[in-house]
């Protein structure tokens, strides 16, 4: 680059030398000739540009032989010269030129920066400038032939995210960047060296990871499907019969949070039946049968029980099915299979269909529009109340801890896993099922409700069995054993057993995620000093 800038100083150099030289010798031709109209540099200078730009007063003309032939080399280079300032006006406006100068322009804007220009950002950016009116989207490709143009302003550079950050000059807050094509960061050339840029980096993968380094943030799209979709739709106490069709990365996450989540009750017994393979599932979570009964439904506890055969063949299983849930990773044939169930088989129960867009009439869940918004991806709202349990810790105790920032992956998800289940103890304790949303408001009223009921011991001993219940499946779901003492590196918990064998004070402690309600909905009122 810096060879290539010193070719174009030297050119420039040597057309201007020429220039000065051809006026010059205009200037010393014509002024010896007393009948010649050009008699000072000056004039030769002005009759030079009034040439070259083709406007051509006729105020000056040369008179002299050698006049006539730097005249004549004015004139035919004249044309050229238009030509090439007209080509660099044209380029300057249709490439890079006018975008970077309107950057430039908006460095007090909020900066979003996206990689490509596919269905995933578009949605995003379209999210992102509804809720910041001083939002700035750049897409760091060239706009296609093909598709709409969007609604929103935006500006498409072809440069890299360094050349952006420059144009920034740390002016306002940093320049937010996303990667949303699944584990782009460890293949896009424009991912490169990221992590030393002052940006916040966003990327889209599927190994469930939400933090790698500093800057860089990862966000699960399937993750976020699921978590969405338990939200929504909370497990309700009469479904005990649960069917989800297809187990690719969705189907994953589906179960996975359900087993996280859906503790509702220390008699339930709800069966997932899965169809579309076990995978290596199973072998991932091997200790998963110490706390689910596995290929046979229990009537004392949960069921996981996957389908070698089809979900075609089991017409009495789905009849008799409390909620089907359809997440094949191919949407097409994810509604394939909505319309055959509706057009062949007699349903009792509902029936949910994953759809990237929003279907009238159909139970959907995991539109483009409800996974990729600000709240899912920047995490400002989806994990609000998980940071704000890891604050109310690190005040109730007199030892350091980490904050959210600094935690691992594991024990950010085990909050996330207790925050998720705010939710349920909300519904458990106000005995209201029609509760999808968490607010101040509602956790309050819980939490008083909690305080009431507590004062009965037994009502007590049935909210510990419960939060144990919750945090066993995650221990054991992330492959946790029991130990005498309590060793993270061997994954090893003292309390890793069933509640019966639990000691007095180790009881107790399950009274800590019921208590953390209080403080909970004072930090999430945003009236709250």
């Keep these: 680059m810096k060879k290539k800038k010193n070719i174009y100083i030297c050119l420039i150099t040597i057309i201007m030398l020429t220039y000065i030289c051809l006026v010059a010798l205009l200037y010393c031709s014509e002024s010896s000739d007393s009948n010649a109209t050009i008699q000072t540099f000056g004039d030769a200078l002005w009759y030079s540009l009034v040439t070259l730009t083709t406007v051509g007063y006729g105020d000056l ?66 999210n992102i400038h509804k809720e910041d009116p001083d939002a700035l989207i750049i897409y760091g490709e060239k706009k296609g032939s093909q598709g709409e143009t969007p609604n929103y302003p935006c500006l498409y550079l072809s440069i890299s995210p360094n050349r952006i950050v420059a144009k920034k000059k740390n002016t306002g807050t940093k320049c937010k960047v996303f990667l949303m094509k699944e584990n782009d ?40 499907c699921a978590r969405q979709y338990w939200r929504s739709k909370p497990l309700c106490r009469h479904e005990n019969t649960i069917v989800i069709i297809g187990f690719g990365n969705y189907g994953n ?18 069966a997932y039946h899965i169809f579309g393979g076990v995978g290596n599932f199973l072998t991932v979570h091997p200790h998963l049968n110490q706390l689910f009964s596995l290929n046979k439904e229990s009537l004392t506890g949960d069921s996981l029980i996957f389908h070698e055969d089809t979900w075609e063949e089991n017409h009495s299983l789905l009849e ?3 909620r089907i849930i359809i997440c094949v990773d191919d949407e097409q044939n994810g509604w394939s299979i909505f319309w055959i169930l509706n057009k062949y088989y007699k349903l009792s129960g509902r029936i949910d269909l994953r759809s990237s867009r929003k279907a009238p009439g159909v139970s959907f869940f995991g539109t483009n529009e409800d996974i990729y918004t600000p709240q899912q991806i920047i995490r400002t709202e ?53 509760i999808t949303k968490l607010t101040p408001s509602t956790v309050k009223r819980a939490y008083d409700r909690y305080c009431i009921t507590k004062t009965s011991n037994s009502i007590r001993e049935t909210y510990r069995k419960l939060d144990h219940m919750r945090w066993l499946r995650f221990y ?37 995620a019921w208590e953390l309600m209080g403080n909970i909905s004072l930090e999430l009122d945003p009236g709250t000093s």
């Design 61 to 126: 003309i040369p008179v002299t032989p050698l006049g006539h032939m730097v005249g004549l080399i004015f004139l035919l280079s004249s044309a050229g010269i238009m030509v090439t300032l007209l080509g660099g006006v044209v380029s300057f406006v249709t490439n890079e030129g006018l975008p970077l100068f309107m950057l430039g322009l908006q460095r007090h804007k909020n900066w979003y920066y996206f990689a490509d220009c596919g269905v995933e950002s578009n949605t995003l950016a379209a």
């Design 185 to 224: 960061i460890g293949v896009n050339s424009r991912a490169v060296n990221l992590h030393e840029l002052p940006v916040e980096v966003y990327a889209r993968t599927t190994n469930g990871q939400d933090k790698l380094s500093g800057n860089i943030n990862f966000f699960h799209s399937y993750e976020c």
């Design 253 to 270: 996450s589906i179960l996975e949070r359900a087993i996280l989540t859906n503790v509702l009750s220390i008699e339930q017994h709800v």
């Design 320 to 322: 008799r099915a409390d």
């Design 382 to 434: 989806l994990n609000q109340a998980a940071v704000t349990i890891n604050e109310i810790f690190r005040r109730s105790v007199s030892y350091p801890t980490l904050s959210w920032n600094e935690l691992d992956d594991l024990h950010r998800q085990s909050k996330i896993a207790a925050a998720d289940h705010l939710l349920m103890k909300t519904r458990i304790l106000l005995d209201d099922e029609t």
């Design 476 to 512: 054991i779901f992330y492959n946790w054993n029991y130990g005498c003492v309590r060793n993270d590196a061997k994954r090893e918990h003292p309390m890793l057993c069933e509640y019966e064998n639990l000691t007095p004070e180790q009881r107790l402690e399950r009274d800590a």
